[in-house]
């Protein structure tokens, strides 16, 4: 019976602990390993080195003859060297590097980010909260959202009657939506004991909201804060387009304008390098930020 | 003398739809200041709601429930609750949670020295001051029972409620967690209500069994006084003729008199 067995412990003491110090001891000294980090550098950039190589040859093939409409791969390297090797020129007002431009036009995402990420975590929570700003918002988030980015320009330049405020709306309207939503159901989705053991402290609303309810959505906030900020930079390359000023996205416009295609797919990469750094910036946040808080 | 804690004709329904589904039934039960009563009955008997009712987590259909007189509407932390799935807080550690709760009941009355003093104690109480710095995805389920139980008595409840605590724990933990609650009991002479269904697991560590019978509107079918001294060592009491005697009034009334039917509907 199972009485029996539970009657002959009177060990009190927790076992195990040695064995842990160990066991971290055997991980850390392993973690600096020179051999072991090289292999893992190399089995993640040796794949991805060959296929950008192959890719590079297929272009370089495929574009190489006189009647080709776009430039090969040399061809760029030829032309656009000065933006390849120079992201920080600076030549007077127009005419500056590659690396300025992305700066200015990451500088707009931040702020249009910055309110689109306050706004809506806020909306999101309320969202998350009440049943009935839920019925009564959400329909309206639904059909918004599904507006393209670049929709909302003309409406914004009406309001603003200036470019640069019409292109942080656009940010700010674009990416809002990934943000108000998986923050709702992060909150929707706070289990139910977290919500019985703030009632039983008498958490008021602001320390429910600080202490329980942030930590507790903060992997769904960060999902939504990541999707924004993706969005965020799609809008911005667009909306510069249109609004002008010294972005990347208007340095993309002015190129085509002056047929200069081989700066184009040098101000593509830059844009595309920076989206996934971005992306990777707030993966890490959230990671730092909820690290323990997804593990049961 | 007035009791301490006492549930006075309590009715409670769920109203779902149009239907309305009665489980609780005029529950008449009055606890003494310092006793131990475990609340046992075979699961959909609604004891776990009659828990939340008396930490106020949800609300009497009819009846009241009067702690010291006063009626209870509202959870509040003189009703601390040990959940049965622990309920820390998985982004805090050990330490943090608890000062949650100290800092949130005592901020106003104790200087921060007074308070981690206290955390400290509570954390000694259960044996979990080596771990107050780790969250608790890095300790047992019984060590995170074992800081729940901190965390409960740590708000210095006028009355602790267990919900099934160690129900999700293995038989070994199980019983150093009883021994523990009976240590912790005996000293501070805390009034605990628990909820249970391991017949042994009441008859150990309660003063009064409370029977319930079956749903739909369950009721108090018997109450079962335990006449042993304290303190009570399992070893002993396995041969004990009282303890055994308890058991078995117990093992009756549940398997013989209110047979759990299931689905009967």
């Not at chain 1, 387009?241 to 040098?266: E, K, Q």
Request: charged letters at 20%; hydrophobic letters at 50%; proline letters at 5%.
């Amino acid at each position: 019976m199972s009485i029996q067995t539970i009657e002959d412990t009177t060990v009190k003491a927790f076992p195990a602990k040695p064995a842990e110090v160990i066991a971290f001891t055997a991980k850390a000294r392993r973690r600096f390993d020179p051999i072991v980090i090289a292999g893992k550098l190399a089995s993640a950039l040796v794949p991805p080195a060959i296929v950008i190589a192959l890719m590079l040859i297929v272009w370089q093939i495929a574009c190489s003859s006189p009647t080709a409409s776009l430039p090969p791969p040399s061809q760029v390297w030829n032309e656009a060297y000065d933006l390849i090797a120079h992201p920080f020129f600076n030549n007077g007002p127009q005419d500056i590097g590659l690396a300025w431009r992305v700066l200015i036009s990451l500088q707009r995402v931040a702020i249009g980010f910055g309110l689109a990420a306050i706004v809506g975590v806020a909306l999101g929570a309320l969202v998350g909260q009440s049943i009935w700003a839920m019925r009564g918002l959400d329909p309206v988030f639904q059909i918004l959202r599904t507006v393209p980015p670049l929709a909302w320009l003309p409406l914004s330049l009406a309001a603003f009657r200036d470019s640069s405020p019409s292109a942080l709306f656009v940010i700010f309207i674009t990416s809002i939506w990934p943000i108000i939503i998986n923050t709702a159901v992060g909150v929707r989705n706070i289990p139910e004991d977290y919500r019985n053991v703030s009632r039983i402290l008498r958490l008021n609303q602001f320390e429910f909201f600080v202490k329980i309810m942030v930590p507790a959505a903060a992997p769904y906030i960060f999902t939504g804060l990541r999707i924004g900020i993706g969005l965020s930079w799609l809008a911005i390359v667009a909306a510069e387009m249109l609004t002008g000023g010294v972005g990347i996205g208007f340095f993309i416009w002015d190129a085509w304008n002056s047929s200069r295609l081989p700066d184009i797919i040098v101000a593509l990469a830059y844009i595309g390098v920076t989206g996934f750094c971005l992306d990777r910036l707030v993966a890490a946040v959230g990671a730092f930020v909820t690290r323990g808080t997804t593990a049961k | 003398m007035t009791a301490y804690l006492k549930l006075d004709h309590i009715d409670k329904s769920f109203a779902r739809g149009g239907q309305v589904s009665e489980v609780l039934k005029d529950i008449r039960l009055t606890i003494d200041k310092g006793e131990f009563v475990s609340i046992i009955g075979h699961s959909g008997c609604g004891k776990s709601t009659l828990l939340n009712l008396i930490a106020g987590l949800t609300k009497v259909s009819a009846g009241a429930v009067l702690l010291e007189d006063k009626e209870v509407d509202s959870p509040g932390p003189e009703r601390a609750v040990v959940f049965q799935n622990h309920s820390l807080l998985p982004w805090l550690t050990v330490y943090e949670n608890i000062n949650l709760a100290v800092s949130k009941v005592f901020g106003g009355t104790r200087s921060r020295a007074e308070r981690h003093d206290w955390i400290m104690r509570n954390l000694d109480l259960v044996q979990m001051a080596h771990a107050r710095d780790k969250r608790p995805a890095e300790i047992s389920g019984g060590m995170k029972q074992r800081v729940g139980i901190a965390r409960a008595l740590a708000m210095e409840p006028k009355i602790l409620l267990l919900d099934e605590p160690f129900g999700a724990l293995d038989a070994l933990t199980r019983a150093h967690l009883q021994d523990a609650v009976m240590d912790i009991h005996s000293r501070l002479g805390s009034t605990t209500i628990m909820i249970t269904h391991d017949v042994d697991e009441a008859v150990l560590l309660s003063d009064r069994i409370v029977m319930m019978t079956n749903g739909p509107a369950a009721t108090i079918g018997e109450v079962l006084a335990v006449p042993l001294a304290r303190p009570r060592r399992r070893v002993e009491l396995s041969s004990d003729r009282t303890f055994l005697r308890c058991r078995e009034a117990v093992l009756k009334f549940l398997y013989e008199r209110h047979r759990f039917v299931e689905a009967a509907e």
